[in-house]
């Protein structure tokens, strides 16, 4: 009986693994993944031990390689750093150069009479009642109101005066003639600077206000806080003058 029994077993056994179950299938399949999950984490955890069987001597190279990879890269960072201060620099003073050289350019358009000007300054308007305006006259006013800080002027908003004008009495003792345009009273002479001061400059003791009133014309000053001077010369190319090589 025992025998018959045991070999029943054996039977048994041996026929579900010639012809296993569905259920005994996929226990089978489970199983096969839960040792190849743990295969592969070991296997990974071997791999990624990377330092474990190193030496001591080997982790110190290491951590001094590490170190020498640092300090190149930080100096290389501060290679960088200085050209971009350098690069800022030679911008900045590249731009205050241009800011310079455009502000000398404005100064000398205006010294010339080269561009149409604004600004604070005051209007002045002569008349001729009794007599003509004389030439004289006319100079010593152009004169005392350069000396007062005149940064612009014009007259009857035609001729702007600059350092080179010419003043001509006109034909017959009629008119003024300015950089040969010939003009006529009343005489508006615009100029821009410091009202105040350019007031004074006309209006002191035996002034160029006070000569026109005794040689029989009218003289009236506006103060102005803004004027525009619209006339403007044409450039002129030196004839004899060149720049100096030395300079």
């Known amino acids: 009986m025992p025998d018959q029994q045991g070999t029943t077993g054996r039977q048994r056994l041996r026929a579900a693994m010639s012809r296993p179950s569905r259920g005994q299938a996929v226990v089978g399949v489970l199983l096969a993944v839960v040792g190849f999950a743990a295969v592969t984490q070991v296997r990974s955890t071997e791999v990624d031990d990377t330092y474990a069987g190193y030496r001591e001597q080997d982790l110190i190279d290491v951590i001094n390689g590490l170190a020498g990879t640092t300090q190149r890269a930080q100096a290389e960072i ?25 502000s000398r350019s404005d100064t000398l358009g205006i010294l010339a009479g080269l561009v149409p000007v604004t600004g ?3 209007r002045i308007t002569i008349k001729e009642v009794d007599a003509p305006v004389d030439i004289d006259s006319m100079l010593d006013t152009i004169q005392e109101l350069r000396a ?51 007031t004074g400059g006309m209006t002191f003791l035996q002034g160029p206000k006070s000569q026109f009133e005794q040689d029989g014309q009218t003289v009236e000053i506006t103060e102005l806080s803004s004027l525009d001077i619209e006339s403007v010369r044409e450039p002129v190319q030196p004839q004899y003058a060149q720049p100096d090589p030395g300079q």
């Open 78 to 102: 501060a290679r960088l750093e200085a050209t971009r201060r350098d690069l800022q620099s030679s911008t900045d003073a590249r731009q205050a150069a241009l800011a310079q050289e455009k």
């Open 148 to 198: 007062a800080g005149a940064e612009s002027m014009q007259i009857n908003g035609k001729v702007r005066i600059i350092a080179q004008s010419a003043f001509e009495q006109g034909p017959g003792g009629v008119g003024i003639v300015v950089d040969g345009t010939l003009l006529s009273a009343p005489y508006v002479i615009d100029v821009i600077g410091e009202p105040h001061t350019l």
């Open 120 to 122: 604070p300054g005051i």
